[in-house]
């Protein structure tokens, strides 16, 4: 049925290969779970978890589910396949990105954010390597495997910390429960990242990373950013989650 052509991705959670469905005769990307990683079952549990909480999210800016299946343990998801760069490679090529041309991928991430809450799916990992654009400017969020559904039982435990270090919102450092206002937190950090070329926080760990973004104040942006912009970018990086729009 698939046809595996090149591998575009490989990570913690397996791998990810430009296919081709030959029943329908159309190209697909295919994440196949490896079955000889440490702790697979774990890792199976939560791929099945991406596949039930992307079904339902039908929409532009939502990479599109196609199908899910198990065979001999390994899992594979097929999704939509777009050819495109992800937000953190135009990033690394060109450093700040012009408003103008940042904006428009900025909004569409937030509308698919929004569709995906709206279905009481948190995505708990939004970050430039999960934004994927196209040629045209199209985006596509990606990556929904540590999103949390109001709706299904929890896979992680309470106080275990999800996401990435230098997205993460200071609720998720500190092992609380993420909200729709923790992706909030996550794209803000994208935005700053976008326009001051440089990420608010750094440090030589993760967890420095992640304490940085619980207890330090937010860098100011570059004063060449207009300042309604700067103000909302910076709202969006509120320590509490309810002074975020």
Same mark, same amino acid.
């Given at each position: 049925?698939?046809?595996?052509d090149?591998?575009l991705?490989?990570?913690g959670?397996?791998?990810v290969?430009?296919?081709?469905d030959?029943?329908?005769g159309?190209e697909?990307?295919?994440?196949?779970l490896?079955s000889?990683?440490?702790n697979?079952?774990?890792?199976l549990?939560?791929?099945?978890?991406?596949?039930?909480n992307?079904?339902?999210?039908?929409?532009?800016n939502i990479?599109a589910?196609?199908?899910y299946?198990?065979?001999?343990?390994?899992?594979?998801?097929i999704?939509?396949?777009?050819?495109?760069k992800?937000?953190?490679?135009?990033?690394?090529?060109?450093?700040?990105m012009? /408003?103008?041309?940042l904006? %428009?991928?900025?909004?569409?991430?937030?509308?698919?954010l *929004? =569709?995906a809450?709206?279905?009481?799916?948190?995505h708990?990992?939004?970050?430039?390597?999960?934004?994927?654009v196209?040629?045209?400017g199209e985006?596509?969020?990606?990556?929904f495997?540590?999103?949390?559904?109001?709706?299904q039982?929890?896979i992680?435990q309470?106080?275990m910390?999800?996401?990435?270090a230098?997205y993460?919102?200071?609720?998720q450092?500190?092992?609380q429960?993420?909200t729709p206002?923790?992706d909030?937190?996550?794209?803000?950090?994208?935005?700053y990242?976008?326009?001051a070329?440089?990420?608010?926080?750094?440090?030589?760990?993760?967890v420095?990373i992640?304490?940085?973004?619980?207890?330090n /104040?937010?860098?100011?942006l %570059?004063?060449?950013?207009?300042?309604?912009l700067?103000? *909302? =970018?910076?709202?969006?990086?509120?320590k509490d989650?309810?002074d975020r729009?």
């Open positions: 049925r698939y046809r595996l090149s591998r991705a490989q990570g959670m397996g791998e290969w430009k296919g081709y030959i029943q329908l159309r697909v990307a295919i994440k196949a490896r000889d990683m440490t697979a079952e774990a890792k549990r939560r791929l099945r978890a991406e596949a039930h992307s079904a339902n999210l039908a929409h532009p990479a589910l196609f199908e299946y198990e065979h001999d343990g390994i899992g594979f998801l999704m939509e396949y777009v050819p495109s992800s937000l953190a490679d135009l990033f690394h090529s060109k450093g700040a012009d /408003p103008i041309e904006l %428009p991928i900025l909004i569409q991430t937030a509308r698919g *929004f =569709v809450h709206s279905h009481g799916v948190i708990r990992d939004v970050k430039p390597a999960n934004i994927m196209s040629d045209t985006v596509k969020i990606t990556d495997g540590v999103s949390y559904s109001t709706g039982g929890q992680t309470d106080g910390v999800v996401g990435t230098q993460i919102s200071p609720e450092a500190q092992g429960q993420a206002q923790s909030i937190y996550s794209l803000g950090v994208v935005a990242e976008g326009l070329g440089h990420r608010p926080f750094t440090g030589t760990t993760p420095d992640a304490a940085a973004h619980v207890n /104040p937010v860098p100011p %570059p004063d060449s950013v207009d300042v309604q700067r103000e *909302f =970018v910076m709202s969006m990086l509120a989650p309810l729009p």
